[in-house]
């Protein structure tokens, strides 16, 4: 497709989409020279590394503290951080224990299974978490796919969210900064660090978001917090690789598998993102691809593996042929015909979204590609003993997993026979909890103590 080259009439403005696009015509020739760049072997020095070396927000985020504008909520001891490499070759701190979940809105609503896996893994793990209810969605779906959101509202939101994590220890007696923010969805995780950046860069973006967050009573000693990294499920699941390989039951050594990197966690702050040498030598971000290697899965290269999940925010909404195509022609049909995968896996909400659920409509065109889409926690807690319905949740994906189970000798119609009875028995009032359901309470402003004795550690649901 090409932009039309019509002068735009009296109060038209071209949105990027829509109705001013039109056929380019060009030839099957002509149409795969035009995309040949992403086919060919990009890596993460060619495509983010040949430019100036970019400004860490972090220095500028300690001054501020020091000049005494801001508070940062720093990763302490307690938290068992590890630290990993980034892009320049940074250091980035990786808090594992003590961790407020951020949950996401598209998660939760469109595949359970992937939060739940990643609780399952930490109970199994015996960490020490909050998945407390006083939380709110970024609201960066909205800036990105309408553009109706503004920045001031971007930033109140971020503050405000982690903020909260910083006081969620209240409601259990603990000091404040006991539980530091682990974000679940890379949308939201990719929005958080570009906003930071703005606070970091901007007097009167922090003047106008101090208003807000003081009439909301979200201030540490009259100043805004900081959180001292942003961090993402993915990149715990990294540091936790081999500690979560220790836990693994079945065996995933003929599991061809493909990575769908999403742009949201590595190319938004790119420098941020994580790379590790002995990961692909280093040359792709390495979150995803070392959980399904410390796993043993064969990770197999496709030609299209840079390009976006085709979700685009906007295309979703107003261009959704265009998401569909995308998806399947440049994504799920490659990873099938190419790299003949078992699997496509993974760390996006948007991404494992777009390409597990657009899969149905290829068919209207013949394109008979069914793949099963997972997130790296879904399939980590999959070979790791996780119920496939009752905790990974296969049942809400609509690509087909069962060819992936059966690959992996899970009698998945057992597993599936199991819990359908146990939902008679959800019916019936009996059902399970896949932690202490005091872990959900909140300790917001205003929140009054309860007395409550809290478990070791969360419960761990099978």
């Given amino acids: 497709?090409?932009?039309?080259?019509?002068?735009?009439?009296?109060?038209?403005?071209?949105?990027?989409?829509?109705?001013?696009?039109?056929?380019?015509?060009?030839?099957?020739?002509?149409?795969?020279?035009?995309?040949?760049?992403?086919?060919?072997?990009?890596?993460?020095?060619?495509?983010?590394?040949?430019?100036?070396?970019?400004?860490?927000?972090?220095?500028?985020?300690?001054?501020?503290?020091?000049?005494g504008e801001i508070v940062v909520h720093r990763i302490t001891d307690a938290h068992e951080p590890i630290t990993v490499k980034t892009l320049y070759g940074w250091d980035k701190r990786i808090p594992t224990n003590q961790l407020w979940h951020h949950k996401s809105c598209g998660q939760c609503g469109n595949i359970p299974g992937y939060p739940v896996s990643?609780?399952?893994?930490?109970?199994?793990?015996?960490?020490?978490?909050?998945?407390?209810?006083?939380?709110?969605?970024?609201?960066?779906?909205?800036?990105?796919?309408?553009g109706i959101g503004n920045i001031e509202s971007l930033a109140a939101v971020f503050l405000r969210n982690f903020h909260q994590a910083y006081v969620s220890g209240k409601a259990q007696g603990l000091d404040a900064g006991h539980y530091f923010p682990l974000v679940h969805c890379g949308t939201s995780f990719g929005n958080y660090k570009e906003v930071r950046a703005y606070l970091m860069h901007s007097a009167r973006l922090r003047e106008s978001v101090k208003k807000i967050l003081g009439k909301l009573g979200r201030l540490v000693d009259g100043k805004l917090l900081i959180p001292e990294e942003v961090v993402h499920y993915s990149e715990w699941v990294h540091v936790m690789r081999h500690r979560i390989a220790n836990l693994q039951e079945v065996d995933a050594s003929h599991i061809r598998a493909t990575i769908h990197p999403a742009c949201h966690v590595y190319k938004m702050v790119p420098e941020d993102a994580i790379y590790d040498d002995t990961i692909l030598d280093g040359n792709r971000v390495a979150v995803s691809t070392s959980i399904m290697e410390a796993?043993?899965?064969?990770?197999?290269?496709?030609?299209?593996?840079?390009?976006?999940?085709?979700?685009?925010?906007r295309h979703i909404i107003s261009e959704r042929e265009f998401t569909r195509s995308f998806a399947i022609d440049r994504k799920i049909r490659v990873a099938v015909e190419e790299a003949q995968a078992d699997i496509m896996v993974g760390h996006d909400t948007g991404c494992i979204t777009t390409l597990d659920k657009n899969q149905w409509i290829g068919k209207a065109e013949g394109k008979h590609f069914e793949l099963p889409i997972l997130a790296d926690c879904q399939f980590a807690a999959l070979v790791c003993g996780a119920d496939p319905y009752k905790i990974v949740q296969t049942h809400w994906h609509a690509s087909p997993t069962e060819t992936l189970m059966e690959k992996l000798g899970i009698d998945w119609r057992a597993k599936k026979a199991a819990f359908e009875a146990y939902l008679k028995d959800v019916e019936k009032g009996k059902a399970d909890q896949l932690y202490d359901p005091r872990l959900r309470i909140t300790g917001g402003p205003g929140f009054r103590p309860m007395p409550r004795a809290l478990p070791a550690a969360p419960v761990a649901a099978e």
Avoid at 46 to 54: E, G, H, I, P
Avoid at 130 to 140: G, V
Avoid at 300 to 307: A, E, L, N, R, V
Wanted: hydrophobic residues 30%; contains cysteine; charged residues 25%.
């Fill in 1 to 67: 497709m090409d932009h039309t080259s019509r002068p735009a009439q009296p109060g038209e403005r071209f949105t990027g989409h829509g109705p001013e696009w039109k056929d380019s015509n060009l030839s099957p020739r002509d149409a795969a020279v035009a995309t040949a760049w992403v086919e060919q072997r990009i890596d993460k020095r060619s495509m983010l590394t040949n430019k100036d070396r970019v400004e860490d927000v972090r220095d500028t985020m300690w001054q501020l503290e020091k000049d």
């Fill in 118 to 146: 990643l609780l399952w893994l930490q109970n199994k793990l015996g960490i020490s978490y909050l998945d407390e209810t006083d939380q709110t969605s970024c609201t960066a779906w909205n800036y990105h796919g309408s």
């Fill in 295 to 313: 796993l043993g899965t064969q990770v197999i290269d496709y030609k299209t593996w840079y390009d976006c999940c085709g979700f685009g925010f």
